[in-house]
């Protein structure tokens, strides 16, 4: 492990940080409008791509997610931008502690980046479920239903997630 700085932030975390940032000069840089299919289009584009960037077209907006989403794929950055989107969970499950419900998102890949969201009511927030170095950064939850971030595998690898 590295040194701590000033913040307690390990050099490993800063390093893995700017390595996940630095995107492939090949990779697509999206801009979205704030619907659920339109995410799930994005992301579809940017796995055959190989990776890349989605942001938004819209400001203090709230984004309804019927379903799970799931990220396969490697080096994908999700990013709010600090521009006050919420992701509004409308599904049928419930806001309890059962598990096994819907999160916003699932990850399944490499070095992939979610940021600058605020997630509201969802079953079970965001999941990480295989690959490594992936990021979850400055995800609000204001509401927190069963769990709010999940590095668990399932079986898979999951691991050197940054939160």
């Not at 799930?40 to 819209?58: D, K, P, S, Y």
């Amino acid at each position: 492990m590295g040194r701590n700085d000033a913040r307690g932030v390990t050099r490993r975390a800063l390093l893995l940080a700017a390595a996940v940032i630095a995107a492939p000069s090949s990779a697509l840089d999206l801009r979205i409008e704030g619907t659920e299919a339109a995410l799930r289009h994005a992301l579809a584009r940017v796995a055959a791509a190989g990776g890349g960037r989605i942001t938004f077209q819209v400001s203090n907006a709230f984004i309804e997610i019927e379903d799970r989403i799931v990220l396969r794929g490697n080096d994908t950055v999700i990013d709010g931008e600090d521009r006050n989107i919420t992701f509004k969970y409308s599904g049928p499950d419930d806001c309890s502690q059962k598990e096994g419900q819907d999160p916003l998102i699932e990850i399944h890949g490499n070095r992939n980046i979610i940021r600058n969201f605020t997630l509201d009511r969802f079953p079970d927030g965001i999941h990480v479920l295989s690959g490594y170095d992936n990021v979850v950064e400055n995800i609000r939850f204001p509401k927190i239903c069963e769990d709010a971030v999940t590095n668990n595998g399932r079986g898979h690898q999951a691991f050197r997630t940054v939160i």
